[in-house]
């Protein structure tokens, strides 16, 4: 990213015959790299990345070992990891009720504060109940939790629409919002736990490396409009490809 800025930067300065020849300026490998090594990031900003996307995706155990390893301390106890991931976990596994229970130890202000969180846990709870087959208590949570809720917020009121329409199909497959059945629906609603509760805890709700990541992409492609360079494509490995000419 800060090397894509730099050539972008100094793209003008970059005189070479393939470039007066064609519409891009042709970046070789070797002033790229050159480049590259000038660029000077300190070993102590890229532990703090690391242990900032330890924290936040909460692998505590690694985040602990990192930070003996490493000496950088993370942010916030991370004993507090633990119990946002035994939250996360309850979501996942369908044990809604819990997870309201344990947010509620965490800190009773979640809740409190975030009505559009509280309703989509119940929203999850409802769907866990279809899953379940109880479709008597589903109908009964629906109407006393759900519906009063959605008298005060028209969105709410299309999201219970959907959820109750589950019931109307034998074969959820046939239902249009069968999806809500699916694991993404519950890992949906943990991810949206997860961010509250980092929120409250004044961290940040996402980690910063995928956010790096995107600049990474967007600065290349701005870049490709204007030159030809090494480019990353595959970024698990982060190797440069040379150019095509």
Not at 28 to 46: A, G, H, N, Q, S
Request: with cysteine; hydrophobic share 40%; glycine share 2%.
């Amino acid at each position: 990213m800060f090397l894509s800025r730099i050539v972008l930067r100094d793209l003008d300065s970059i005189d070479s015959p393939t470039s007066m020849a064609s519409s891009k300026k042709m970046v070789t490998r070797d002033v790229w790299e050159r480049k590259l090594r000038d660029v000077k990031i300190r070993k102590e900003d890229m532990n703090r990345l690391v242990m900032n996307f330890l924290v936040t995706e909460g692998y505590v155990d690694a985040a602990d070992k990192f930070r003996v390893e490493s000496g950088t301390q993370p942010d916030i106890d991370l004993a507090t990891i633990t119990d946002r991931m035994e939250v996360k976990r309850a979501v996942q596994s369908g044990n809604v009720q819990e997870a309201i229970e344990k947010i509620n130890d965490l800190n009773p202000t979640i809740l409190d504060t975030n009505p559009q969180l509280y309703f989509h846990l119940q929203q999850q709870k409802l769907i866990e109940l279809i899953r379940a087959g109880k479709i008597n208590e589903a109908l009964e949570f629906a109407q006393e939790e759900l519906a009063p809720r959605g008298e005060e917020n028209q969105a709410f009121l299309e999201e219970i629409e959907k959820t109750v329409a589950l019931l109307v199909f034998e074969d959820v497959k046939n239902c249009p919002y069968g999806e809500l059945l699916d694991v993404s629906q519950r890992l949906k609603t943990a991810s949206e736990v997860n961010a509250a509760i980092l929120t409250s805890q004044s961290h940040e709700k996402d980690p910063k490396l995928p956010s790096l990541l995107k600049m990474l992409i967007w600065t290349q492609n701005q870049l490709d409009e204007k030159a030809a360079y090494p480019r990353i494509n595959n970024f698990s490995t982060a190797a440069l490809e040379d150019p095509s000419i």
